[in-house]
């Protein structure tokens, strides 16, 4: 390349230049929406939310208790077995401190977010969710935490019907 | 099975926001790559184009609407995609088409065009997520970067300050590309350990940005490189590549599996079995500084933990002992998806025939190693070269 090619292609463009209109351009906004089938496992998933509990399946061949839960099993490729439940509690796996919203754009408060292996699953399985009552010095990898959920008649059948995770108080298990 | 090498390689400039149609700059790279090889559209055989997600440029179909550019018109041509493992898988693509014996030679092509998503494809990425388990959440794609670089820090107990090294040495190292956008002479460890949080400990000069470009390689059949007397060649001596489940709440982070088993089928395939002592030099996919180190570790080139002590110690800088990243990676010349091939295989090529100029590695090398990855942190995409 570099030692023989002399010109290299590419005419670059400044944020300005589409901004005061020196380029050229056309737009287009899609106009796409979607509703999704939760399927199988993700209907009695979502159901059980709003029991305000966590199901999972299990697999008779691996003996894993697979969470979230799915109707076959991808290590062993043969359908699950039995429903069974986990607790909602868990340890977090590992988090961020973040800044950014879902667009990228900047935010002053920042959203703690991470991954909690759940008690009852096989190990290291478990699910993403939001962590509160910590602070972002509080917060750290090891923690043991508790679904905290939202009042029976606002839950919806979503993850979001667990608030967040919050530190295990004393006493609970 | 034929043995195949790489004869040719191009790219564009990597800008934020480059004037150019996707077509325009697949043309410009497909074309430079063309006339390194002393070829002609007429002697290519086959095409692959390796693009990512249609919504970045808009269009659907994108592959097809690649096509004129790629120098596909009229020819049996496929596009591929393997997120951000696309960067080097395409070339693997291309491989099996002439080791197979179906083709001569094949024209590999790269693009990416992020600068039309307005006004940040951020909005794009963020359906790579579950649409009932994660979506809900409103998640950002840093935040998986965030999440792996937290558990690897955290298992190994690594500093912040050693992963910013990397940073530092492929934003230092793409001072020599002609096409970096991100090169720095001058950048320190402060300067990225002071830079915006963005998701903790995501900060901004821990991650390579957005951008517009294109590359181009191509690969041919030994027969055809002795019958042209082709002289600037670079064999592919191993591929791999292997995904994991997209279910990533179920795995432990701090090791990347999938690039391990990737790694081992291309190793075996190259009759590699100390890859420590057999590779010379390394350009592992870097969209973020940890990425480097963790990817070090799947590519079996360091034990589990030890790439921010090699990092530390110098040995991957371009005059260490096993260089990596010597293009500047995607930290230092530019993240345009797919056209990343253009640092990970155009890199291995320009080495190996000792055409990387004022980036070439002082001492001599044999045998390199490119590895890209994407997905939900569960694809790894390997290829092994000799010169």
Request: aromatic share 8%; with cysteine.
């Amino acid at each position: 390349m570099t030692a023989r090619i002399s010109r290299w292609p590419g005419i670059e463009l400044r944020a300005a230049d589409l901004l005061e209109g020196k380029v050229t351009q056309t737009r287009f906004r899609p106009d796409a929406k979607y509703a999704w089938s939760a399927g199988e496992a993700m209907s009695r998933f979502l159901q059980e939310l709003q029991n305000g509990r966590f199901i999972a399946r299990t697999c008779h061949k691996c003996e894993r208790i697979l969470f979230p839960p799915r109707m076959f099993c991808e290590e062993c490729f043969r359908p699950t077995d039995e429903w069974t439940f986990i607790q909602d509690t868990g340890t977090i796996e590992t988090f961020s401190v973040s800044y950014l919203d879902t667009d990228a754009k900047r935010i002053v408060e920042p959203i703690l977010v991470g991954v909690v292996s759940l008690d009852g699953a096989s190990s290291k399985m478990g699910m993403m969710h939001y962590f509160g009552e910590m602070t972002k010095d509080e917060i750290r990898i090891g923690m043991r935490v508790k679904a905290e959920w939202k009042p029976p008649a606002d839950r919806r059948g979503s993850v979001l019907d667990i608030r967040y995770f919050r530190p295990v108080r004393e006493g609970e298990r | 099975m034929t043995k195949v090498g790489v004869i040719g390689a191009g790219m564009t400039l990597f800008r934020r926001r480059l004037q150019e149609t996707g077509k325009e700059m697949c043309f410009e790279a497909t074309k430079m790559a063309l006339d390194s090889a002393g070829l002609t559209r007429a002697d290519v055989n086959m095409v692959v184009c390796g693009t990512a997600p249609d919504a970045f440029d808009g269009v659907a179909m994108k592959g097809e609407y690649l096509l004129d550019g790629s120098g596909g018109y009229r020819k049996p041509y496929t596009r591929v995609f393997t997120g951000g493992g696309t960067g080097v898988f395409s070339t693997i693509a291309g491989w099996w088409h002439v080791a197979s014996g179906l083709a001569d030679v094949v024209l590999v092509v790269n693009e990416e065009k992020m600068s039309s998503c307005q006004p940040h494809p951020q909005s794009v990425f963020a359906n790579i997520w579950d649409p009932i388990l994660d979506r809900p959440l409103k998640p950002n794609l840093v935040w998986i970067f965030a999440m792996e670089m937290n558990r690897y820090m955290t298992v190994y107990g690594v500093k912040k300050e050693d992963i910013a090294r990397v940073a530092v040495k492929n934003k230092r190292n793409a001072v020599g590309h002609p096409c970096a956008q991100l090169a720095d002479p001058n950048i320190t460890v402060d300067d990225v350990l002071k830079s915006e949080v963005m998701a903790w400990p995501v900060q901004r000069l821990d991650i390579s940005p957005p951008s517009d470009g294109a590359s181009a390689v191509i690969l041919a059949s030994e027969d055809f490189i002795r019958k042209r007397r082709i002289k600037d060649r670079a064999w592919i001596s191993g591929v791999g590549w292997c995904i994991d489940s997209t279910m990533w709440t179920d795995r432990d982070l701090v090791f990347p599996e999938y690039v391990a088993r990737a790694a081992k089928h291309a190793y075996k395939m190259a009759k590699i079995d100390e890859p420590r002592r057999q590779i010379d030099f390394a350009e592992p996919y870097d969209p973020f500084d940890y990425k480097e180190l963790h990817h070090l570790e799947g590519l079996l080139l360091a034990d589990k933990g030890e790439a921010p002590v090699l990092t530390r110690e110098g040995v991957t800088e371009r005059d260490g002992k096993l260089p990596v990243c010597p293009s500047g990676g995607l930290l230092g010349v530019g993240n345009p998806i797919a056209a990343t091939m253009g640092m990970k295989i155009g890199e291995l090529f320009w080495q190996l025939t000792g055409q990387a100029g004022k980036r070439q590695i002082p001492h001599e090398v044999h045998t390199g190693v490119s590895q890209a990855w994407g997905d939900l942190m569960q694809y790894g995409s390997v290829v092994v070269m000799k010169g």
